[in-house]
């Protein structure tokens, strides 16, 4: 009788059984179509605690009753990084489990503030775009709407345009390597504004106060956030584990030694979720409102240590509640080598000074 398990026999038996393959292909998503992602997710505290507690969000709006009463919650609801990233993971092994990086983000918008913990998601998306990449011959670039839904109730409550790297079908030879710096320094010191401004405090008027100290000189607010998030090995596969996510990029080691990293790389969306942390440390934050033009520059690996840094782009006082006013700011996590790995627009609501 054959003994299948024979090292040598097993050797020949992979090599000539097919693989049932996971994910589509880019050459499987046509404009115009939706996709009801069949794993659904119940947001959960230890989710949610886990997440926040990992990416240094320590908010105690998300932590503790009181707090959340304040700040207008029944009580502590998910927090919107993990919400976010519970709506995106149940998506990937319909969209992006082929491989292909996640290269940006735009019109993150939240429907609904304070999503409570228990809530179960249903997530479908719509494929808005598809084109061949002209730097790799074997990927496409593909932008889907997503939307995560209260199952329940059938409300939206978070919706974003996401766009990803997929593998095309045939492949041609090369997938292009590592970007890396080309060595084209354009954006250098040079072209920084002279002076940068730090706001004095985390309220809405220490904002409002470093922008008008900015103006009719060349001078930005702009800042470095303290805290730094070495990325371990939970960072890069439980949390995305944690959240349904099953891009091969986070946790199989064996599939990414091939890759330009060589390695797992972390989720995107721990990585900005650890520098918005940082961020938000060093403010009043009332409520997240929203995100646009998030790019995800390089990748991260186990041992990069994640970095804030923030610039602030506006502070409007006419938006909002009496206690609070609107800020948009740009955040840029960087690594421990100085190199930018995401950058992003990001809305809130801030606090005034004595709410
Ligand atoms: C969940 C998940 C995966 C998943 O979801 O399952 C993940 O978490 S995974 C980890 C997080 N992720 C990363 O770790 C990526 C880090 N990043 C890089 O390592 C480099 O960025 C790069 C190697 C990918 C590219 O490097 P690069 O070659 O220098 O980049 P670019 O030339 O700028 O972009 C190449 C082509 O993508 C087009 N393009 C770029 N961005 C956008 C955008 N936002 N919208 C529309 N098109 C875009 C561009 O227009 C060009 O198109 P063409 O190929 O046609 O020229």
């Known amino acids: 009788m054959t003994d299948w398990t024979d090292p040598e026999t097993f050797a020949a038996a992979l090599d000539r059984a097919d693989t049932r393959e996971k994910g589509r292909y880019f050459e499987d998503f046509d404009e115009g179509a939706v996709i009801e992602h069949a794993p659904g997710l119940r947001l959960t505290r230890h989710g949610s605690e886990t997440w926040m507690s990992q990416t240094l969000n320590h908010d105690p709006a998300y932590w503790r009753s009181d707090a959340a009463l304040d700040r207008g919650f029944d009580a502590p609801p998910v927090h919107p990084d993990y919400l976010l990233a519970c709506v995106m993971g149940p998506s ?9 990086y996640f290269l940006g983000r735009d019109g993150v918008e939240f429907h609904r503030h304070g999503v409570p913990l228990g809530t179960e998601l249903r997530v479908e998306s719509t494929v808005e775009t598809t084109r061949p990449s002209s730097s790799r011959p074997g990927y496409g670039v593909v932008t889907w709407e997503t939307r995560g839904i209260d199952a329940a109730s059938g409300e939206p409550l978070v919706s974003y345009e996401r766009t990803n790297m997929v593998p095309r079908r045939e492949p041609a030879a090369t997938d292009g390597g590592r970007s890396g710096s080309t060595g084209d320094d354009e954006s250098g010191p040079s072209l920084l504004p002279e002076t940068l401004v730090a706001p004095d405090g985390g309220a809405f008027e220490d904002f409002r106060r470093a922008l008008d100290e900015a103006a009719d000189r060349d001078a930005a607010v702009a800042y470095r956030h303290e805290r730094g998030r070495t990325t371990d ?5 439980a ?6 996510n099953t891009a091969r990029q986070h946790h199989n080691a064996a599939a990414m030694a091939d890759s330009p990293s060589g390695e797992p790389v972390a989720y995107g969306d721990v990585t900005r979720s650890t520098a918005l942390g940082h961020a938000r440390s060093d403010e009043r934050t009332y409520r997240e409102l929203g995100y646009d033009g998030e790019r995800f520059h390089d990748f991260v690996t186990a041992g990069d ?13 006419s938006a909002g509640p009496s206690r609070a006013g609107e800020v948009t700011f740009e955040h840029v996590a960087f690594t421990d080598d100085e190199r930018p790995v995401y950058s992003g627009v990001r809305r809130a609501l801030v606090d005034r000074e004595g709410a």
């Not at 090995?233 to 596969?237: H, I, N, Q, S, Y």
């Not at 949390?239 to 349904?244: E, I």
């Not at 970095?307 to 502070?315: E, M, N, P, Q």
């Open 239 to 244: 949390l995305p584990l944690a959240t349904l």
């Open 233 to 237: 090995e939970f960072t890069v596969a």
């Open 305 to 317: 240590t994640v970095f804030g840094f923030t610039r602030v782009l506006d502070a409007d006082g």
């Open 92 to 100: 990937v092994e319909d969209l992006s489990e082929k491989g292909g």
